[in-house]
């Protein structure tokens, strides 16, 4: 399958997030519904790479990788508790755009950052989407 194709069902799975999250976090603190939701992901990521026979690849990864993976893994947890305690207390409806203001600024850190074109078309874009959140958030 394309990187499309791969794109398109990350984006029905974290609707799905959304939604189920936000029924998940009521009536129990934001920061036990991250942890219980970690350890789904953790045994389910794990169980397929063990499925695969990945494992053994572990061994292969280089200090810098392991460094920027562990690094992805803290933004992560701090995006999902954040994020958690935003569902809690907003709306899905309100709180998924401005989530999804992600998209525009990984536009601008992968200029910054890993040197990606920043073309007028992806700066319409960024900008559209920043007006959509806004839009959806506080409409």
Not at 36 to 46: C, D, K, L, N, Q
Not at 114 to 139: C, D, N
Request: proline share 1%.
């Amino acid at each position: 399958m394309s990187w499309l194709v791969w794109a398109l069902l990350s984006a029905v799975f974290a609707a799905a997030t959304a939604i189920l999250a936000k029924i998940g976090v009521a009536n129990i603190d934001s920061n036990l519904a991250t942890a219980v939701r970690t350890t789904v992901i953790f045994v389910f990521a794990w169980g397929i790479a063990l499925s695969l026979g990945k494992h053994g690849e572990l061994r292969h990864i280089n200090t810098r990788s392991w460094i920027f993976l562990a690094l992805s893994g803290l933004a992560t947890g701090l995006s999902w508790l954040c994020y958690f305690r935003a569902l809690q207390l907003g709306q899905a409806s309100r709180v998924a755009p401005i989530d999804k203001l992600s998209v525009a600024l990984v536009i601008v850190f992968a200029w910054m950052f890993l040197g990606e074109a920043l073309t007028p078309l992806k700066v319409l874009g960024g900008l559209l989407i920043t007006a959509g959140a806004v839009i959806l958030a506080f409409a």
